[in-house]
């Protein structure tokens, strides 16, 4: 089943992708910054989220974790 069709594969591909945005502008924070808008932008937008949001981030990737183990 696609990822986009099943709501908890939606969140966990969300929650990553807002935790790797979030480490390679850690990394690396003029390849995201230069680029704001457009395509980029969205990797912009999601490392903001996990830079702002982190303990929320945090708690989501727990609960994914323990949901993957559970089932």
Sequence with gaps: MSALFNFASLLQ????????STYVHSIWPTV????????????WKCARIGERMSPYVCISCFVIAVNQLIS
């Design 13 to 20: 591909v969300i929650v990553l992708l807002i935790c790797t």
């Design 32 to 43: 995201l910054d230069r680029n704001k808008t457009g395509i980029m932008g969205v990797f």
